[in-house]
C-alpha cells in the first residue's frame, strides 16, 4: 500500500508476521498472522509486534491525511479470535505512531456487500478536526449489532 509521508515523499507499507510468545499461543487454522506493519523507507518507524501481539492485523488501508497535519494515515483492523475487532486510524506525529481514531466493527462489514473495502472512516465535511465513523452498537430489538454513523473528534 502506497502512503504520502513528509515533503511529499510516497513510500510503501507492509503487513509482516511475526512470532511471539503471545501469538503462537494464539494462532488458529492456517490463518497467517500479522502483527507487524513495515516500510520500504526503514527510516519510517514500523510497528512493533511488542505492541500488540495478541492481535492480528489485517486489511492495511491508506486513509489519506484526515487530521489535515500533511501526511497519510495508515488504518487496518485488529482482532485475535472473535469476528469482531477494532478498526485503527494512526498518524506518525514527530517520529511516532499515535492512534487518532479507534472504531468498534466487525468483519462482515469486508465482505462483497461493501465492496471488499468498507469506508469506515472519512472526513466530517461539517466539523473541522472530527471524522465520521461507521461503527456497532447494540440493539435490543434484535439481539445483534445494527451499524451506526456518528461523527468523533481526532485524537
Given at each position: 500500500?502506497?502512503?504520502?509521508?513528509?515533503?511529499g515523499k510516497i513510500d510503501t507499507a507492509y503487513l509482516y508476521g511475526a512470532q511471539t510468545s503471545a501469538?503462537?499461543?494464539?494462532e488458529y487454522g492456517e490463518q497467517e498472522w500479522f502483527n507487524g506493519i513495515a516500510f520500504s523507507d526503514i527510516?519510517?518507524?514500523s510497528f512493533s509486534p511488542e505492541k500488540a501481539p495478541q492481535f492480528n492485523y489485517l486489511l492495511l488501508t491508506n486513509e489519506e491525511d484526515i487530521d489535515g497535519d500533511g501526511t497519510d494515515e495508515i488504518g487496518f483492523f485488529t482482532r485475535a479470535f472473535?469476528?469482531?475487532?477494532m478498526y485503527r486510524v494512526y498518524s506518525l506525529r514527530r517520529g511516532e505512531w499515535k492512534e487518532i481514531v479507534n472504531?468498534?466493527?466487525h468483519d462482515n462489514f469486508y465482505g462483497?456487500?461493501?465492496g471488499n473495502a468498507p469506508d469506515l472512516v472519512r472526513i466530517d465535511p461539517d466539523?473541522?478536526?472530527y471524522v465520521i465513523i461507521r461503527t456497532l452498537e447494540w440493539d435490543d430489538e434484535i439481539s445483534w449489532h445494527?451499524?451506526?454513523?456518528?461523527?468523533v473528534k481526532v485524537k
Open positions: 500500500m502506497e502512503i504520502l509521508m513528509a515533503m501469538n503462537r499461543k494464539l527510516s519510517i518507524p472473535s469476528r469482531f475487532g472504531v468498534y466493527t462483497e456487500d461493501n466539523r473541522k478536526g445494527k451499524e451506526i454513523e456518528k461523527s
